[in-house]
């Protein structure tokens, strides 16, 4: 099985999830920073694993971390051990730290939401036609980064004070570009203001999910103070990337198909379907890191083997033509059905898939209201993803705005 290195500055992501879905479905793939796992690359053979018993997220179970073949300073070491949450136990353990996320996070009470996201919506879209016109504006940083993060902040009652250092503690989090001598302090920051936060919130609860759990330890569900900062940064960070890129990945991809954003934006190609191809057809996670095999487990023709890792490739799973048929590599707003795992599937599947929707099925519509003429500033071939393996993330999302409905030229 010839071993695929994934490239640490994602310059072909297209050509690198085809590459991965001919070896499939159980690709060997070598990790930047020399870092040896298996990847599951084809829809069916991802479903399966991710309900089987026999893939856990424990990684002492994982051969390479038990005899100290990974490094402390490995610059993806935060994403296969982020200390002790929901992303990282099985069991009686992640039924019971699920449990307490899921319930401030379903569809009934996400709803509730939609209003607050609908006035934030606004507000940053105030901003953008305050820019000056006929300009390229940055689209990422100037309304995709900013709403999620407000969005999620809100919810887990996170001060926008802190924002600034989030955002420059998750660029090194993520970035497969980090020096190693920095890997560790750059840990240590991120735990220490996730505990400053949650500190405050003890001092100072509020109606927020952080105060949430912390009322749910002290009233009897047992949840440490680890558990509570690392599942705190858990979903700011989960809650915020992915809808960045969702938004970022539905106009890029409205860009490029002129012919279905005309009719998207008649009105004939509802804006959910906009949404969920989106996340099929561009992802915004490319890979997720790691899960760990207890017993030889046949994967198609190919065996998983005991205590070896693995990463389940959304981005090369989401155009299977297995699963999505002859056109899986063509985006078409209209399929239907479209049963894509871009959230996961089984009891691991994302709590915050119906933010996530919500927020881009807000965003978008609304964008596009206020700017029908938006379009790319720079050819498609001349946006760069930034080097995160799990993230489908560019750099920034040059636009042209056109003239704000209603406004003359």
């Given amino acids: ?58 990684i002492n179970v994982w051969n390479a971390w038990r005899q100290g073949g990974i490094p402390a300073d490995w610059p993806l070491i935060g994403l296969a051990n982020p200390g002790r949450s929901m992303l990282t136990v099985d069991g ?6 699920r449990t307490l996320v899921a319930q401030a996070l379903t569809v009934k009470r996400v709803e509730k939401l ?38 999620i902040s809100e919810l887990m009652g996170v001060d926008a004070a802190d924002h600034p250092r989030l955002k420059e503690l998750f660029e090194k989090f993520f970035s497969t570009q980090t020096p190693p001598e920095e890997v560790p302090q750059m840990m240590a920051d991120l735990a220490a203001l996730f505990t400053k936060i949650v500190e405050e919130k003890k001092a100072n609860p509020g109606d927020d999910l952080t105060s949430a759990l912390i009322a749910a330890s002290e009233n009897g569900d047992h949840l440490t103070d680890e558990e509570i900062v690392n599942t705190l ?3 700011i960070a989960a809650g915020h990337e992915t809808t960045i890129s969702l938004i970022v990945n539905a106009v890029e991809a409205l860009a490029l198909h002129p012919e279905q954003r005309k009719k998207v934006l008649s009105g004939e190609i509802p804006w959910e379907g906009v949404v969920e191809e989106t996340l099929r057809w561009n992802t915004p996670t490319s890979h997720v890191l790691i899960r760990f095999a207890t017993e030889d487990i046949e994967v198609g023709d190919k065996v998983l083997p005991k205590g070896e890792a693995l990463i389940v490739s959304f ?52 964008l596009y209201e206020r700017f029908p003429e938006l379009d790319l500033a720079v050819p498609a071939s001349e946006l760069r993803n930034k080097p995160i393996v799990t993230q489908n993330d560019l750099h920034e999302l040059p636009v042209k705005l056109g003239c704000p409905l209603g406004h003359d030229a």
């Fill in 315 to 366: 981005g090369a799973l989401g155009r299977d033509e297995e699963a999505h048929g002859p056109t899986a590599g063509e985006f078409d707003a209209t399929r239907s059905p479209n049963r894509h795992i871009a959230f996961g599937h089984g009891p691991h599947v994302c709590p915050g898939a119906a933010l996530s929707r919500l927020e881009a099925g807000i965003a978008l519509p609304a």
């Fill in 114 to 151: 939609r209003a607050g996201i609908e006035a934030l919506t606004e507000a940053s879209l105030e901003k953008l036609a305050a820019l000056p016109a006929g300009e390229p504006v940055d689209l990422k940083a100037e309304f995709a980064y900013p709403l999620p993060m407000n969005v």
């Fill in 1 to 58: 099985m010839t071993r695929i290195a994934l490239d640490p500055f994602v310059r072909d992501l297209d050509g690198e999830s085809a590459a991965l879905r001919a070896a499939g479905p159980l690709a060997k793939v070598e990790l930047p920073g020399g870092v040896h796992v298996y990847a599951v690359t084809h829809h069916k053979e991802a479903r399966a694993l991710l309900t089987d018993g026999r893939v856990v997220k424990d």
């Fill in 92 to 97: 009686p353990d992640h039924r019971r730290l």
């Fill in 233 to 235: 940064q858990l979903i």
